[in-house]
């Protein structure tokens, strides 16, 4: 079973459809992520996925079941979104902003049980960052401040984990620390990680299944091995990959890329 399941969906910002007549699954207990160049589509799809857009047509399924016939609270209880670069209040301690997680199980009057301190503690501790529980969030790094919000998302309980770009802005330690804690989570925890990601290098070595998107439609989808080929990677991004397997054949890297010929005239022409 798909844990969502997205059919002939469009979304546009005012006349403009950024995507149309959409059809896409996303497998269950799977990392999942979507790849393709900047304003094809990738966050608006998460952000309407995520309800924060409506789109003009269409349907979304969650667990098998239509987004419009639930709840908030109850879509929160079953799926954890995490925007690009979140912002949080100055002064704001990493225990409190983990607590947030726990928000869909509370009354409208009532405030943390012992249950949701115990659960907000485990967040930090499958995170590793149980020993800045005390620290306010700003005076993080940004590695760290990326798994203060993650554990936020534990928290919530989830079986679904929804990511736009959690490696944005951070040094490639940072990024490979976070992909891994994130490869950690659906493994051992066997939650589902759905991710915009860039780095094409990043999502084909973590990523169990991949999805290209160009002006809103989707071009590939599939295990990396199947779907990472020079010749979707010209259509995907214009470019002309050199691609090679890595030590233990499970998935493919791009070794070296120029532009593609294609694009390279249009661009020419383009110059004139």
């Known amino acids: ?30 990392i999942t992520m979507i790849i393709g160049s900047n304003g094809c589509g990738k966050s608006t799809l998460l952000k309407t996925i995520a309800r924060i857009i409506t789109p003009k047509k269409g349907e979304i399924r969650l667990n098998g079941v239509s987004i419009k016939e639930q709840a908030p609270k109850d879509i929160a209880k079953k799926m954890a979104v995490l925007p690009q670069s979140p912002t949080v209040p100055s002064g704001l301690l990493v225990k409190e902003l983990v607590s947030y997680g726990r928000f869909p199980y509370q009354s409208a009057m009532g405030g943390l049980k012992q249950e949701d301190i115990d659960k907000v503690q485990k967040a930090m501790e499958d995170t590793g960052i149980i020993e800045f529980a005390n620290r306010p969030v ?23 984990l929804v990511l736009d770009e959690p490696t944005t802005y951070l040094d490639m330690a940072h990024q490979l620390e976070i992909l891994l804690l ?12 759905i991710m915009v990601l860039h780095e094409l290098n990043n ?34 991004y214009g470019i002309d990959a050199k691609l090679q397997l890595d030590e233990t054949n499970s998935y493919p890297i791009c070794v070296d890329f ?12 383009y110059a004139k």
């Open 138 to 160: 700003d005076s993080l790094s940004g590695g760290q401040r990326q798994r203060a919000w993650i554990a936020m998302a534990l928290a919530q309980e989830t079986e679904i």
């Open 1 to 30: 079973m798909e844990a969502i399941n997205i059919k002939d969906l469009d979304v546009a910002y005012e006349q403009r459809y950024i995507i149309k007549n959409m059809n896409l699954e996303i497998p269950k207990g799977k």
């Open 258 to 269: 120029n532009i593609g010929r294609e694009d390279s005239k249009e661009r020419n022409e």
């Open 182 to 193: 994130l490869q950690k989570l659906n493994k051992e925890q066997n939650r589902t990680i």
């Open 203 to 236: 999502a084909t070595k973590f990523a169990d299944y991949l999805i290209g998107v160009k002006e809103g439609e989707v071009i590939f989808k599939g295990e990396p091995l199947e779907v990472i080929t020079k010749e979707n990677l010209q259509k995907l």
